[in-house]
């Protein structure tokens, strides 16, 4: 049902013939992830936070649950999207709103990949002020190979995607910049308000799970960042063994730095592919610091 709804807004977006009128001297972005959803969202705090216009494109049944992880329960239930916030956007016309002022896409595809239909989709209604797209992206994408039979597995088609995204970002006249990590954990607010809304600890389930993310949220949040994709998937072994602790490790990061990186990978004067690992840390990175970082990989 969420599918069909969404391909709805698609096809309306597609019959859009609207102009619409924005001032270019600000700064916007949209988000579109095909999960996790944790991913979408917590970039799309942090962008606003950074005072960039920010719209994060979901289901219309999503968009309570997206403003309570995000924001709390009273500010979803009021349901009106403060200037500052982040704002879902589910209909064709604001979703078309969003893109055409939009300066940059951001694609949470972590999990999975999006459809290159989507994408072109999209920058169709992007405007003149367009320049860059920013993929979320998993370690070791490069390396995949089709698995037996030519069958490709996940990682396979997310290196797919990453082929026609440089494609359709040329033909677009737009920077392409891929920000990749390991495995993610944390995701809530820690001890001040960093990610996402504390409910976001009462969606864990598992005791030693929420435990250890609460941690990572208060002491792991820091950042190494490493040129391109060179840091190698955990194994099964070391990454069973990793989940009772949240002490940094390279193949590792907090969910709040990686989108904290591709935001900043958003802001960056010019494209680049790197990849986001742990480190200690109470606070998160500034925009000098995440800038340092970035210069440092050039």
Do not use: H
Not at 36 to 60: F, M
Not at 96 to 121: D, F, P, Q, W
Not at 129 to 138: A, E, T, Y
Not at 158 to 170: S, Y
């Amino acid at each position: 049902m969420m599918m069909m709804m969404f391909l709805c807004s698609l096809i309306l977006l597609q019959c859009l013939s609207l102009v619409y009128s924005f001032s270019s001297s600000s700064s916007s972005v949209v988000v579109y992830g095909t999960g996790p959803k944790e991913l979408t969202l917590l970039t799309s705090k942090i962008a606003a936070r950074e005072g960039i216009d920010t719209s994060c494109i979901c289901d219309e049944s999503q968009a309570l649950r997206y403003r309570r992880l995000m924001y709390g329960d009273e500010y979803a239930q009021a349901g009106v999207d403060v200037d500052g916030n982040a704002k879902p956007v589910t209909e064709g016309e604001d979703i078309g709103a969003a893109l055409k002022k939009a300066k940059c896409l951001i694609l949470a595809c972590y999990e999975s990949s999006v459809t290159e239909e989507t994408v072109r989709t999209f920058l169709k209604y992007t405007g003149d002020d367009f320049n860059k797209i920013v993929l979320m992206s998993k370690i070791g994408v490069t390396k995949a190979k089709p698995s037996l039979f030519g069958i490709g597995g996940g990682d396979a088609k997310m290196l797919e995607q990453e082929t026609f995204l440089r494609k359709i970002a040329q033909e677009k006249n737009a920077d392409l910049s891929i920000v990749r990590a390991g495995t993610v954990k944390g995701g809530g607010p820690g001890k001040g308000d960093w990610g996402l809304d504390r409910s976001f600890y009462n969606t864990i389930l598992d005791l030693l799970e929420s435990r250890i993310t609460e941690y990572y949220d208060e002491f792991t949040l820091g950042a190494e960042c490493s040129l391109g994709d060179t840091i190698d998937p955990p194994n099964p072994v070391s990454q069973f063994s990793s989940k009772s602790t949240f002490e940094p490790r390279k193949e590792e990061v907090s969910r709040t730095v990686f989108a904290a990186a591709t935001v900043a990978a958003s802001l960056y004067d010019k494209p680049i592919d790197f990849t986001v690992s742990s480190a200690k840390a109470t606070e998160l990175p500034t925009t000098e610091e995440w800038n340092s970082l970035l210069d440092g990989l050039n």
